[in-house]
């Protein structure tokens, strides 16, 4: 059974429709990729899988259970988290309190700091910069901080919105990855990108979405080589 | 020497109903304007629960001022909850300005149901005023005052390390940063507008209970030093907790300090508004407000 479903998926923001009932599935432990142009209702669907928006119609199951009305603590809580657009990591806290608040919902502090070793074993700029205002990090350290502090919630399914963005190339494979890392180690992936050649590149399964409606889906390998997504995704 | 503790004394009394507006600005991003009322209905209920206990109890004097006063913030942080939830939490999400006019009509909602209870007349009661002066060389300082600034620095203290270093402080201040990103570490945002409303309603039943030395009770009590305390909360950037309090401060040191000269102490409310405006012409978020960085 499908890790997480969604069916049917419509969302609108006033009169205009975002989401025109998308429908798509990702299975435990899988890398699944949705790519799309600007616009196309990406940030959309990851939002609100999360629940930070309500949905019109449609429905959304995580682990076998309808998550589609609960509020975003409920389903962070059954072991979904996300690494947003633009990294949204809190600029005026130090690296320590940013991954402090990724663990929100644990309560057990042993669990918590074995985490944070873990965490600063991968990424030990963020070791060393623990007390820094993660407003004063560079780009890239944001990013190892937003995915690192997505990390802390011990996720099942981790959802990564743009994770490219705004990064220098090498930082982008460096990124592709750490990505590649963690469903290594059992986490399973929902990767939104516009880098779609990074990202049919590593994902087993991909959708494309235009439009707010899935026209294209695949294994990443097929969606590479079809002309027609070439020609609209991948520069020719 | 007297000044200067009594315009701390002051400012530690803005001080802690400034960090009202400002913890509720910075979380719900809206002013809520009945905040002042919370002193007043907070001043009401110390003073009928110790006008009760002092004369049917054969209880110490200060036991019965120390139930009054405890029972009263409680009632104060509940009252900050549920006004949260009736009035305000329904129009999260809509414009700012409904919310501010709700908040508004809230506050007048208070002043009657008080006046309805306890009357228009005014009313006073002493009890930290009790405690007399204490004298130090050659001058005599009140009690209260002393009071007032041990108690005001301890409880900014205590907030303070309470926002740094604890798990629901922390939440306070992500959602505080950004909302939505809140959420996604699976923070109850309602949960945490909930909490801060408390605090700030407890903060403003202490700052009640430092006030009345100074001040009779009556339904508007809360107006004028709510209205201050915003000020101050402006004055040192809304949103910042260390800029309310050097707002408060500096706000309440400014007052006692006009008010000590003959040539002033009938401009006094003028020029601390006047510092407000020429504050705010120099330094538009406020002396310790931030710049919110533009998201990449």
Known sequence: MALLEVKDLQVN??????????????????????????????????????????????????????????????????????VPEGRRIFQELSVYDNLMLGAYLEKDMSKIKARIENVFEQFPILKERRSQIAGTLSGGEQQMLAMSRALMANPKLLMLDEPSMGLSPLLVSQVFEIIKDMNAKGITILLV?????????IADRAYVLTNGVITHQGTGAELAGSEEIKKAYLGG | MVIA???????????????????????????????????????????????LTWTTGSLPIWAGALIAFVVSIVVCTLLGMVNEKVAYKPLRGASPLAALITAIGVSYLLQGIAQLIWGAEQRSISILDRLGTVRVGTVAIRWSSIITVVCGAILMIGLTLFVKKTRTGRAMLAVSEDKGAAQMMGINVNKIVSVTFAIGSGLATFAALFYLPTTAISPTLGSMPGIKAFAAAVIGGI??????????????????????????????????????????????????????????
């Open chain 1, 13 to 82: 923001y006033g009169v205009i429709r975002a989401l025109n009932g998308i429908s798509f599935e990702v299975n435990e432990g899988e890398i699944v990729t949705l790519i799309g142009a600007n616009g196309a209702g990406k940030t959309t669907t990851m939002q609100t899988i999360i629940g930070l928006i309500p949905p019109k119609a449609g429905s959304i199951h995580y682990d076998g259970k309808d998550i589609t009305k609960l509020p975003s603590h409920k389903i962070v809580n059954m072991g979904m988290s996300q």
């Open chain 2, 239 to 296: 949103g910042s907790i260390p800029g309310a309090v050097v707002g408060g401060i500096l706000l309440g040191v400014v007052e006692v300090v006009c008010n000590s000269f003959e040539a002033t102490a009938s401009y006094t409310t003028a020029i601390e508004f006047a510092l407000l405006i020429i504050i705010l012409l120099v330094r538009p978020i406020g002396l310790l407000g931030k710049k919110r960085r533009v998201k990449v």
């Open chain 1, 193 to 201: 990108e516009q880098n779609a050649e990074k990202a049919l590149g």
């Open chain 2, 5 to 51: 503790i009594d315009g701390l004394s002051l400012g530690a009394i803005y001080a802690l109903i400034a960090l009202g507006y400002t913890m509720v600005y910075g979380i719900a991003k809206m002013l809520n304007f009945a905040h002042g009322d919370v002193i007043m209905v907070g001043a009401y209920m110390i003073y009928t629960l110790c006008t």
